[in-house]
């Protein structure tokens, strides 16, 4: 998400124009004085006269050099990783599973949740909702591998960084194995405590990138950085708001998380995160509530219906309201209505063709959970193949060939929805009385 200052907007498109028409070279010497030299492969500089002669370097070999930089900046020990080269696909594929943006599992249905929820078209695919841009390598936190694309021939500036954020996530998993932790979390059913560990990763990784960035590459190669992301995003089609809520949520949360760690604490207090993980995502969008603010533990709901079988279950968590909340109706809405969250159950039922999700969800005040809920039918009525509301005994029914139901008693929140409206009805019959 990029933000710029009124004049900066004019800057940006000027500079993604002359993207299109030259190269970075060419680009950066209309835009910018000579600083220096300009290469798009990491190297070494010999200076024999006034005008200085580059030599490109393997930029395997430079891999060293860089971990040396997280050593100094991160202030953790690091060796380098093993290493490993698969294809340019491979490494898209891997890194798009470890950093969670993949949303694949089960196609089938992966696919049926977000065609319910409308985020994606009734005949798309998972894979049409992701488009990332090539790049060097990543971390496999599974195998304690750095990945490196095959052929690699050069680092450009924007590579530096990438590899720089993915051997800072290798530094803190060696000092702190958040990936085990992260995956006790998730075999605990807590996603959203996972999520919000990993938002904590990737936020100290860009952090700290940011300072590599500007401390050690010189005002020529932090430009190419710019040039080289505009032409990506170019590159790039527009993500639904449910995906782009989730490829923010390290770079830019996570990472305001951690400044403001480090503005009360200094890199040690990151360092004392890790060791006393956030429990929620809403912590990682609220630092002021880390740590006290711990999560309200919610009985998940009890259902048994016929022919349905339970595929996922655990705490939702704010993460995953705003991302549901991301299309459909105004950010500030959405922002509203995920603020407050106090803690979540959630199940999540499938018969082969149809979902059903069940969220019980606690407000921190009952305008919260009142808040939420009104704005949840909103949404439902404009994502969802349903209808206007009608009453419905606590709530709002919406039916049409989708179904949903949304009711709030004090602090507390029932929502349903379901991709067939027979079946939505009868688990929302579960709940009568109460609801």
Same mark, same amino acid.
């Given at each position: 998400?990029?933000?710029?200052?009124?004049?900066?907007? /004019?800057?940006?498109?000027? =500079?993604?124009?002359?993207?299109?028409?030259?190269?970075?070279?060419?680009?950066?010497?209309?835009?910018?004085?000579?600083?220096?030299?300009?290469?798009?492969?990491?190297?070494?500089?010999?200076?024999?006269?006034?005008?200085?002669?580059?030599?490109?370097?393997?930029?395997?070999?430079?891999?060293?050099?860089?971990?040396?930089?997280?050593?100094?900046?991160?202030?953790?020990?690091?060796?380098?990783?093993?290493? &490993?080269?698969?294809?340019?696909? &491979?490494?898209?594929?891997?890194?798009?599973?470890?950093?969670?943006?993949?949303?694949?599992?089960?196609?089938?249905?992966?696919? &049926?949740?977000?065609?319910?929820?409308?985020?994606?078209?009734?005949?798309?695919?998972?894979?049409?909702?992701?488009?990332?841009?090539?790049?060097?390598?990543?971390?496999?936190?599974?195998?304690?591998?750095?990945?490196?694309?095959?052929?690699?021939?050069?680092?450009?500036?924007?590579?530096?960084?990438?590899?720089?954020?993915?051997?800072?996530?290798?530094?803190?998993?060696?000092?702190?194995?958040?990936?085990?932790?992260?995956?006790?979390?998730?075999?605990?059913?807590?996603?959203?405590?996972?999520? /919000?560990?990993?938002?904590?990763?990737?936020?100290?990784?860009?952090?700290?990138?940011?300072?590599?960035?500007?401390?050690?590459?010189?005002?020529?190669?932090?430009?190419?950085?710019?040039?080289?992301?505009?032409?990506?995003?170019?590159?790039?089609?527009?993500?639904?708001?449910?995906?782009? %809520?989730?490829?923010?949520?390290?770079?830019?949360?996570?990472?305001?998380?951690?400044?403001?760690?480090?503005?009360?604490?200094?890199?040690?207090?990151?360092?004392?995160?890790?060791?006393?993980?956030?429990?929620?995502? %809403?912590?990682?969008?609220?630092?002021?509530?880390?740590?006290?603010?711990?999560?309200?533990?919610?009985?998940?709901?009890?259902?048994?219906? #016929?022919?349905?079988?339970?595929?996922?279950?655990?705490?939702?968590? @704010?993460?995953?309201?705003?991302?549901?909340?991301?299309?459909?109706?105004? #950010?500030?809405?959405?922002?509203?209505?995920?603020?407050?969250?106090?803690?979540?159950?959630?199940?999540?039922?499938?018969?082969?063709?149809?979902?059903?999700?069940?969220?019980?969800?606690?407000?921190?005040?009952?305008?919260?959970?009142?808040? =939420?809920? @009104?704005?949840?039918?909103?949404?439902?009525?404009?994502?969802?193949?349903?209808?206007?509301?009608?009453?419905?005994?606590?709530?709002?029914?919406?039916?049409?060939?989708?179904?949903?139901?949304?009711?709030?008693? %004090?602090?507390?929140? =029932?929502?349903? =929805?379901?991709?067939?409206?027979?079946?939505?009805?009868?688990?929302?019959? %579960?709940?009568?009385?109460?609801?």
């Amino acid at each position: 998400m990029k933000r710029f200052i009124p004049m900066g907007c /004019a800057l940006a498109l000027a =500079l993604s124009l002359a993207a299109c028409a030259g190269s970075r070279d060419e680009i950066t010497q209309e835009f910018l004085p000579d600083t220096g030299p300009t290469t798009t492969s990491v190297s070494t500089t010999v200076t024999t006269s006034s005008t200085p002669i580059t030599t490109p370097v393997d930029p395997i070999a430079e891999i060293g050099e860089l971990a040396s930089r997280v050593a100094e900046i991160r202030q953790l020990p690091l060796d380098v990783p093993p290493i &490993e080269t698969r294809s340019a696909q &491979e490494v898209l594929d891997g890194y798009q599973a470890v950093t969670g943006l993949s949303l694949t599992g089960d196609d089938r249905f992966d696919a &049926e949740f977000l065609q319910m929820v409308g985020v994606l078209e009734d005949d798309g695919a998972v894979a049409d909702l992701l488009s990332v841009c090539s790049i060097p390598g990543y971390y496999d936190p599974a195998i304690g591998t750095l990945v490196l694309r095959e052929g690699l021939s050069e680092l450009t500036p924007l590579g530096q960084k990438n590899l720089f954020e993915e051997l800072t996530t290798a530094a803190t998993d060696t000092a702190h194995d958040w990936w085990g932790t992260m995956q006790s979390l998730s075999a605990s059913g807590d996603a959203d405590a996972a999520a /919000a560990l990993f938002g904590l990763v990737r936020g100290d990784a860009v952090f700290h990138a940011g300072q590599y960035v500007e401390s050690q590459l010189t005002p020529t190669d932090r430009f190419a950085i710019t040039l080289e992301q505009i032409s990506c995003d170019q590159q790039r089609s527009i993500p639904p708001g449910y995906v782009a %809520e989730l490829e923010a949520f390290g770079p830019e949360v996570g990472r305001a998380f951690v400044e403001d760690l480090i503005s009360t604490g200094g890199v040690s207090a990151v360092d004392a995160a890790y060791r006393t993980p956030p429990q929620s995502t %809403e912590q990682i969008y609220h630092p002021a509530r880390y740590p006290a603010d711990r999560p309200v533990a919610i009985d998940p709901p009890q259902l048994a219906v #016929s022919g349905f079988t339970e595929v996922d279950a655990g705490v939702f968590g @704010e993460l995953q309201l705003r991302a549901l909340l991301s299309d459909g109706i105004l #950010s500030s809405q959405a922002l509203q209505a995920a603020t407050g969250w106090g803690g979540d159950s959630y199940r999540l039922l499938w018969d082969g063709t149809d979902l059903v999700l069940v969220l019980l969800y606690e407000g921190d005040e009952a305008r919260d959970a009142r808040e =939420l809920a @009104e704005t949840l039918g909103g949404w439902a009525s404009a994502s969802m193949s349903v209808g206007s509301g009608r009453p419905d005994n606590t709530g709002l029914a919406f039916e049409g060939q989708e179904y949903a139901f949304v009711a709030h008693n %004090e602090a507390a929140m =029932l929502l349903v =929805l379901s991709s067939d409206a027979r079946a939505g009805r009868d688990i929302r019959d %579960e709940f009568w009385p109460d609801w």
